[in-house]
């Protein structure tokens, strides 16, 4: 369903009501009796996942899965995929230059790259009455999978041209990717660059702003919308991170949204930040309905702030938390 999404972000920003849109899939599995190999691997049962959620709970848009191993599997990383847990990468494929060099940019369909395509473009198709977002990884976040997180941290000091080189070929790849979301009717991408929010400001915005910003070019417009996650300690980073041009911003626990929503610019929506793990999966219901009431009451000043979740919430979390999660907002609606 083709959307104008600046007009989307304008009514939420001008909306009576606080809205919610928390990175949500995996608590769909037991409404649609799937197991995470099933969403993880098929787009038609991860799509039935997505599209029972919408049904049920009054999230302003449908997201897909936040799965970080996808397109490093489609360059070539092993993957561990086990019944319980999300997949994950379990070894870098790029050790120094020549191998970077030598990195070939995939086609897309590689790997699940196709499925998860699939998964959006289904979801599209059979919710009409809101936004779909597919999800792609940030070409920092992805760079660190190929080459590991401890060594890319060091190139970056040591040899900044080979992670500059590993990159671009990741931005290329993320751009097409990007595309290939976009000609099916999608309406938008969450960018997940939890990565960046390890480094300072100067070298988030040479290693990861720079090449968001890149992709945020070649497909944003008014019928699509970017999105940019990052869960990492962004509260000095939010000027890089607005350095490039998405729509919207989304932030993790580990940030007081106190000390972002004032650098948030009012036409942007930003969006945060119930404990994934702490609070959906192993909180209670009761912890869930404070934390929400007392983040809605911090924020009240900002009408571009819609509630989420810090990050992906994660399998295995008890259908009730979800349940006080949105019903604290209800309750928090109705006083206002």
Known sequence: MKLNMQHWVEEIINSSERKVLPIMTYPGLKLANKQIMDVVRDGASQAQCIEALSHKY??????????????????????????????????????????????????????????????????????????????????????????????????????????????????RFLVEYGKAYKNKEVNGLI?????????????????????????????????????????????????????????????????????????????SIAFGNIEPAGGFRNGTTELMRTRVNDLLEKTAGYRNFVLSSGCDVPPQTPIENVEAFYDALVQYNSRR
């Open 58 to 171: 009054p999230s302003i848009a449908a997201v897909t899965i936040m799965d970080l191993s996808v397109e490093a599997e489609a360059f070539g990383s092993p993957i561990q995929f086990t019944e319980n847990e999300v997949p994950s990468v379990i070894a870098a494929i790029v050790n120094d230059s020549d191998e970077a060099d030598i990195l070939k940019i995939p086609e897309i369909g590689a790997g699940r790259t196709g499925m998860y395509i699939t998964a959006a473009e289904l979801a599209a198709k059979n919710i009409t009455d809101k936004p779909v977002f597919g999800g792609i990884i940030g070409p920092m976040s992805l760079a660190g999978r190929l080459m590991d997180m401890t060594e890319i941290m060091v190139q970056m000091i040591t040899e900044p041209e080979t992670v500059h080189r590993v990159l671009d070929k990741c931005t």
């Open 191 to 267: 960018i997940a660059e939890p990565a960046a929010g390890l480094l300072s400001p100067e070298m988030c915005t040479e290693f990861s702003s720079e090449y968001v910003k890149n992709i945020v070019d070649a497909l944003q417009d008014e019928n699509f919308m970017i999105i940019l996650h990052n869960c990492g300690n962004t509260e000095k980073l939010v000027p890089s991170l607005l350095s490039t041009g998405a729509m919207g911003y989304h932030f993790g626990n580990v940030v007081d949204m106190a000390d972002i929503m004032p650098q948030i610019p009012d036409t």
